[in-house]
């Protein structure tokens, strides 16, 4: 069936490096996708979406990539902080009425 | 403004007891979805509302488990006869549902469920 997978399910880094987080998604239909952080204890936090007309889209020290070709999504993180020790979770949406699908997360450990 | 609430945050209780969730959604969310995440584990759908529409419960796991929702505001998730294997975090989202597709949901910080 279709599904959000993610190629690491742990990724550990060093304070400063940026971090690449992957996923791959298997609906060639889904036009709208989320990056989502939950740290320990919390409910998953927005971070960014983009929408299928784009292929990248910016924010605060991230920056989502969509390459539809071979249906993958990453999230890169520059100059990696304590504070982004998390587990992120990839969703795509491919329908008007439908919830979004969501991956089984990666868990990035900064390193000091 | 207000995030998404959910009470109780943690609840404890014997297996084969009825236990009541609660979630207070964003206001003006017309959309409102339960989901279950075991310890180390994604997010499991459980249930899906939109409006007035009857809700998506494709994702409900057994009879044991229900939902309602009292129109565009406060849901509570229902499982009957808990068992142990119901032990997780259950997790509610909002969204606005904005027309084309689009779903951006917020999450509430979720319902910690220790069956014993």
């Known amino acids: 069936g279709e599904s959000v997978g993610l190629h690491l399910p742990t990724l550990s880094v060093q304070e400063g490096d940026n971090s690449i987080i992957n996923c791959a998604y298997s609906?060639?239909?889904?036009?709208?996708f989320i990056w989502y952080k939950q740290e320990s204890g919390k409910g998953p936090q927005f971070i960014i979406d983009i929408r299928s007309n784009m292929d990248k889209r910016q924010g605060q020290r991230v920056t989502v990539l969509l390459n539809k070709t071979v249906k993958h999504l990453s999230l890169q993180i520059a100059a990696t902080q304590p504070g982004d020790s998390a587990v992120y979770f990839c969703?795509?949406?491919?329908?008007?009425?439908?919830?979004?699908?969501f991956g089984k997360g990666t868990r990035l450990s900064v390193i000091a | 403004g207000a995030g998404v609430s959910q009470s109780p945050s943690n609840k404890v209780t014997e297996k084969g007891k009825d236990v009541e969730l609660r979630c207070d959604p964003i206001?003006?969310?017309?959309?409102l979805y339960w989901y279950r995440q075991r310890l180390g584990q994604g997010l499991e759908f459980l249930i899906y509302f939109q409006g007035n529409s009857a809700p998506d419960k494709s994702g409900l796991p057994s009879d044991r488990f229900s939902a309602e929702r009292t129109g565009e505001s406060v849901s509570t998730l229902t499982i009957q006869r808990t068992q142990q294997e119901d032990s997780a975090v259950y997790l509610c989202a909002s969204s606005r549902r904005v027309a084309g597709g689009r779903d951006t949901q917020y999450f509430g910080p979720g319902t910690r469920l220790t069956v014993l």
């Open positions: 609906n060639s239909a889904s036009d709208y």
């Open positions: 969703a795509e949406n491919y329908s008007g009425n439908t919830p979004l699908v």
């Open positions: 206001s003006g969310h017309t959309a």
